[in-house]
């Protein structure tokens, strides 16, 4: 079967830095993306990994190792805002489209 | 400003009752999909579109029907052939050079069934 695993919760400090993972087991791979979703709210994309390595967007970064299985998305100097659910995604490529979505960490940012 | 707009933001049928979603767009984006999100869990595809005229199914289409006359508007069905209605759907569309990694979601609506 295909599947994203990633942790259920994750509790941090303003200010913190803190590392979210996600390993996947899929038929195909073309990439790793990460969307992030406040209650009640839409999902917004975040950053992608096509490739191994390092991206880096502002206080978020996201890194990927194809040989692993492996991402995270690691988050920097902690406000209080960025409280939230964030989803790994991958496009398994078995069919156009189809973008798999892992059950998603919900963060929790406290003072 | 563009974006993606989904009404109503909140929907109460009765069972056995057929409802229509709208999802529609000025991002002038070829590509759209249909997710339903329940608690606590991520999103699954229901139906996508390339272009206008032609759809796919996703993951979990059964109960479920859509259409694409207009490269703006991406409605969905939810017959009364979908067994476990009530979630949170959200609609999405995206570039296709970008491909479909990169996503911009709709606020979506919440549907409940009783």
């Known amino acids: 079967g295909q599947s994203l695993e990633q942790p259920s919760e994750v509790t941090a400090v303003e200010g913190a830095i803190v590392q979210i993972n996600c390993t996947y087991q899929?038929?195909?791979?073309?990439?790793l993306s990460w969307y992030q979703q406040h209650d009640g709210g839409a999902p917004t994309f975040l950053s992608y990994?096509?490739?191994?390595g390092l991206e880096e967007t502002g206080r978020f970064s996201s890194f990927l190792s194809r040989s692993d299985s492996y991402g995270y998305l690691l988050l920097q100097e902690l406000q209080m805002k960025d409280s939230a659910s964030y989803f790994c995604?991958?496009?398994?490529?078995?069919?156009?489209?189809?973008?798999?979505f892992g059950k998603g960490t919900k963060l929790s940012v406290k003072p | 400003d563009g974006g993606i707009t989904q009404s109503p933001k909140y929907l109460f049928r009765k069972e056995g009752q057929n409802v229509t979603l709208s999802c529609e767009q000025n991002?002038?984006?070829?590509?759209m999909y249909w997710y339903r999100q329940d608690p606590g869990q991520g999103l699954r595809l229901i139906y996508y579109?390339?272009?206008?005229?032609?759809?796919q199914k996703g993951d979990i289409a059964e109960g479920y029907s859509v259409s694409r006359e207009k490269k703006e508007s991406f409605p969905l069905t939810v017959t009364s052939a979908q067994k476990n209605p009530t979630a949170f759907y959200l609609c999405a569309s995206s570039i296709a050079s970008r491909g479909d990694y990169e996503q911009y979601f709709g606020p979506g609506t919440r549907l409940t069934v009783t």
């Open positions: 991002l002038n984006h070829d590509a």
């Open positions: 990994n096509g490739l191994d």
């Open positions: 995604a991958v496009r398994d490529g078995g069919s156009q489209g189809n973008l798999i």
């Open positions: 899929t038929s195909g791979f073309y990439g």
């Open positions: 579109s390339q272009i206008v005229n032609d759809f």
